[in-house]
C-alpha cells in the first residue's frame, strides 16, 4: 500500500511558475514508477507526465512538453512537476499516481492515487 499527498497548487498568472509535490509514504517508494496526471472540470483526467523506478526515463504530454518537468528523490520519497509558462489550459486538479509495473500513459496502468491538487491559472 501507497498513502500519496499533492501539495504545491494555486492561483497563477499565465506566464507564471509552481511546482507541484507528492509525497509517499506506506511502501518502498523506490519501488515505484510514478505519473502526473490532470482533470478539467467536465474532462477525462489525462495524461501529464511519468517517471520510471530510477528517474533515469522521463515522458511527457506533448501539451506540457519543454514546460513541464517531472523529477523524483527517492530518498525522501518525493516526486516533483516544476511547471513553466503557465497557460490557462494548464488549469485542472492535478493527481500523482504510483504503478508497481512501470510507467504508463493510462490510467490504468497505475495502482495508487493522491486526493490532488487544484491548480488555476489566470489569463
Known amino acids: 500500500q501507497v498513502q500519496l499527498v499533492e501539495s504545491g497548487g494555486g492561483l497563477v498568472q499565465a506566464g507564471g511558475s509552481l511546482r507541484l509535490s507528492c509525497a509517499a509514504s506506506g511502501s518502498t517508494f523506490s519501488s515505484y514508477a510514478m505519473g502526473w496526471f490532470r482533470q478539467a472540470p467536465g474532462k477525462e483526467r489525462e495524461f501529464v507526465a511519468a517517471i520510471s523506478k530510477s528517474g533515469g526515463s522521463k515522458y511527457y504530454a506533448d501539451s506540457v512538453k519543454g514546460r513541464f518537468t517531472i523529477s523524483r528523490n527517492n530518498a525522501n520519497n518525493t516526486v516533483y512537476l516544476q511547471m513553466n509558462s503557465l497557460k490557462p489550459d494548464d488549469t485542472a486538479v492535478y493527481y500523482c499516481?504510483?504503478?508497481?509495473?512501470?510507467?504508463?500513459?493510462?490510467?490504468?496502468?497505475?495502482?495508487?492515487w493522491g486526493q490532488g491538487t487544484q491548480v488555476t491559472v489566470s489569463s
Open positions: 499516481a504510483a504503478s508497481i509495473r512501470g510507467s504508463s500513459w493510462s490510467t490504468h496502468g497505475y495502482d495508487y
